[in-house]
């Protein structure tokens, strides 16, 4: 079983940075692809920006491109997400999210249904 552990979460002021980090644990773990996503209260859960770990291509949601930044670290197994100029409305629980079936080969890497392992989530709250 893989565990995908989130950290790097917490408070900030509108402006400020933060930069989350997902840690996968447990058997052998190759992803096609990996993921951060988000859900405010009363919200559906959102693409934030997601990265193929052999080629690294990345997609950027429009609310988050130009500001956050995803990374991965192949030899430890972890993605990173540096998020930059936090905006109150960037205030949600954020998910990291692991695809090792492939499902995102054939489908969409921004639909949460394409994703087979998710973390426990954190939150991120931007408020001054």
């Known amino acids: 079983q893989v565990q995908l552990v989130e950290s790097g979460g917490g408070s900030v002021q509108p402006g400020g940075s933060l930069r989350l980090s997902c840690a996968a644990s447990?058997?052998?773990?190759?992803?096609?692809?990996m993921g951060w996503f988000r859900q405010a209260p009363g919200r559906e859960r959102d693409v934030v920006a997601t990265?193929?770990?052999?080629?690294?291509?990345?997609y950027y949601a429009d609310s988050v491109r130009g500001r956050f930044t995803i990374s991965r670290d192949n030899a430890k197994n972890t993605v990173y997400l540096q998020m930059n100029s936090l905006k109150p409305e960037d205030t949600a629980v954020y998910y990291c999210?692991?695809?090792?079936?492939?499902?995102?080969?054939?489908?969409?890497?921004?639909?949460?249904?394409?994703?087979?392992?998710w973390g426990q989530g954190t939150q991120v709250t931007v408020s001054s």
């Open positions: 999210a692991a695809d090792s079936v492939g499902h995102t080969i054939v489908g969409s890497t921004v639909s949460p249904g394409n994703y087979n392992y």
């Open positions: 447990g058997r052998t773990f190759s992803p096609i692809a």
């Open positions: 990265i193929r770990w052999s080629a690294g291509s990345t």
